[in-house]
């Protein structure tokens, strides 16, 4: 988490979202941040972890994270490319 708000906070980044994943054995953890009000954070983590199971995810509008089953982790990076529109 640290790494992430250190890069959110950088002026080239404001207008971005930025998602850190990170996989602990069985387990990936990701975070993501953003300083652009049009962007929901915990929206975005919330719609990405569905139809995966075993997940968990939500937060804050400017920030949140979801715990996947690492076997999921193609299926995820799918529905959060799905859902900020770049197929």
Same mark, same amino acid.
């Given at each position: $988490?640290?790494?992430?708000? @250190? &890069?959110?906070?950088? !002026? @080239?980044?404001? $207008? !971005?979202?930025?998602? /850190?994943?990170?996989?602990?054995?069985?387990?990936?953890?990701? $975070?993501?941040? $953003?300083?652009?009000?049009?962007?929901?954070?915990?929206? /975005?983590?919330? @719609?990405?972890? !569905?139809?995966?199971?075993?997940?968990?995810?939500?937060?804050?509008?400017?920030?949140?994270?979801?715990t996947i089953?690492? @076997?999921? &982790?193609?299926?995820?990076?799918?529905? /959060? /490319?799905? &859902?900020l529109g770049?197929?």
């Amino acid at each position: $988490s640290l790494l992430i708000n @250190e &890069l959110v906070v950088r !002026k @080239e980044n404001v $207008s !971005k979202i930025l998602i /850190l994943i990170s996989k602990r054995g069985e387990l990936v953890n990701a $975070s993501a941040r $953003s300083r652009d009000d049009k962007v929901d954070c915990n929206w /975005l983590m919330r @719609e990405a972890i !569905k139809g995966i199971p075993n997940s968990d995810g939500g937060g804050h509008r400017p920030a949140a994270a979801a715990t996947i089953p690492a @076997e999921y &982790l193609n299926d995820f990076k799918k529905n /959060l /490319l799905r &859902l900020l529109g770049k197929k």
